[in-house]
């Protein structure tokens, strides 16, 4: 039986695939200026923080669409005023094969990574990040998830 390039690598937690650059979107952020930071990311979704940089809620790509649909101006509102504010998350000690589940489960493509003793997003996990370290695209045993 062959194993699977994340257990080769040695990787078994989301902590070592991880973004630590993954873009947080500040509660009073401009909803348009949140839409252009996700196009801009390749990310489409991200956590939205208050000022201590703790959770509040999700705003995505979708959760933005639905606003303009709605003929709403989202230069005049705030991420807040179009998150939403379920709080899906794990910490960094959540395994892959856990992430994965709750992602299928809950129909997400992004979970925040949260910090148990405060509360504070500190990175986010995507599903094509589960996916590269899953089959060991862009994984290396030493550094963790590595960005094309």
Do not use: Y
Request: charge should be negative.
């Amino acid at each position: 039986m062959s194993l699977h390039p994340i257990e080769v690598a040695g990787l078994r937690k989301v902590g070592e695939i991880a973004r630590k650059s993954g873009i947080k979107i500040f509660q009073d952020q401009d909803a348009l200026l949140v839409a252009k930071e996700l196009m801009l990311s390749d990310i489409p979704g991200a956590p939205v923080v208050n000022g201590d940089g703790k959770f509040v809620g999700f705003i995505s790509e979708v959760d933005i669409l639905g606003a303009l649909e709605l003929g709403r101006d989202i230069s005049q509102l705030t991420a807040q005023e179009i998150m939403v504010s379920e709080q899906i998350a794990i910490d960094p000690s959540t395994t892959i094969v856990e992430a994965v589940r709750i992602m299928k489960e809950r129909h997400v493509m992004v979970l925040p990574l949260i910090r148990e003793n405060d509360g504070v997003v500190t990175e986010c996990v995507t599903r094509q990040d589960l996916l590269r370290a899953w089959v060991g695209f862009g994984v290396d045993p030493k550094e963790g998830l590595t960005k094309f």
